[in-house]
C-alpha cells in the first residue's frame, strides 16, 4: 500500500506544478497585455487594412505586442504569410 | 480615520461573501464601528449569510437613489455591537448604482464615525466589481487555490493598480492582502492543488491569511451566523488571525497541513 501511495504521490505531485508553470506563462503575457496602450487594438486594424490590400491574409494570425527589452519600448509585429497556392 | 476595504476576487463563488460576512463580524468584536455593504445588486447574499434577511426594508439601491436615508437602511447587527449591514437590492438591474452615488454613501459612513467601511464586492471584473473596488483604500483579494481564480485574482490586481480612485489620483496604491481560502492541505500535500507559496509566488502579494476547507461554512451559512462566530471551527480560528493581522498583529499562519486525526476521532467522524 505504501509503495502504491508512493507512486500515486509521484504522479499526482505533477497537476499542482503544471498548474504553477501554466500560470506563470499566462499571467506574464496577461499583464504585458493589460498594460499596453489603448491605441493598440485600433492600430492593429489599420495595419491589418494595409496588408490586407496586398497580401490575403488571416485577421487572427496578426500577433501585435509592445514589450521592454533592455530598457528599450520595442513594438513587435508578428504576421504569418498564407501558402501562396490560395 | 476610516478606512475603505474591499472584498473582490474577479472569479466568482470563491468566498467573497463569507469572508466580507466574518471579517466585518470580527472587526467589530474588536471593538470597532465596521459597516458591510453589499455591491451584489440584483443578487443580494450578504443579508442571508449575516442572518438579517427579514429586517431588509430599505436598501442600499434606495439610499444611492435618495429613497431611503443612511440611517432608514443601515440594519444594525443584534450579536455584535458596532456591527451595521447594508443590504443590497434584489429587484433593481446593475446599473442603478451611481459613482456619485457610491462615493456620498461611503462619505456618510465616514462622517457617522465608521472605522471601517466594508464592501462586498460581485464576481467579475465589469463595472459592478469597478465601483466595489473604486473607494478602496485596501483590499482583500479572495483567492481559491485553483488556476482560474488565480488568473481572476490577477487581473483584479491589475485593476486595483489602475482603474481605482488612488491609482486615477496618483495617490499611495490601494494596499492588497491575499486571503486564501477552500484550502485543502491534504490535496496539497498529495501535489494535486497549489500551495500557499505557489499563490502567493504567482500573484505576488501578501498573505493575509489561509481559510480552510470547512463543512462549517455551510452550516454557518445555514443558520445565517457568519462563520467567525462558531468558535470551534478551523475556519472561525482562521477569520479571527486574519482580522488580528489585519490590525497589526503578528501571528503564524495555521491550518496548512493535513490534521493529524487520532483513530478515535476517524472513527467517530469528529471534525
Ligand atoms: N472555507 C470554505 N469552506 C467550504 N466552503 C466554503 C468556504 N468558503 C466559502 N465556501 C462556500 O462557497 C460558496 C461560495 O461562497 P460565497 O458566496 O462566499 O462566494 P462569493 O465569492 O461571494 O460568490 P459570488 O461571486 O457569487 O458573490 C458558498 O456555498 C460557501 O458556503
Ligand atoms: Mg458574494
Redesign the interface.
Known sequence: MALLDYLLGQRKKKSAHLAKDRLQILLAHERTEAKAPDYLPKMRDEILQVIAKYVDIDQEQLKISIDEENGFEVLELNLVLPDEKR | MSKVIVVTSGKGGVGKTTTSASFSTALAMKGHKVAVIDFDVGLRNLDLIMGVERRVVYDFVNVVQGEASLKQALIKDKRIEGLYILAASQTRDKDALTLEGVEKVINDLKADGFDYIICDSPAGIEKGAQLALYFADEAIVVTNP??SS??DS??IL?ILQ?KSRRAEMGEDPVVEHLVLTRYNPTR?T??????KD?VV??LSIKLLGVVPESQEVLNASNSGEPVVLNHDSDAAQAYVDIVERFLGADKEHRFLTEEKKGWLNKLFGKK
Open positions: 485553483e488556476v488565480v488568473r490577477d487581473r491589475g489602475a496539497v498529495a501535489g494535486e492543488m497549489l500551495s505557489d509566488d504567482l
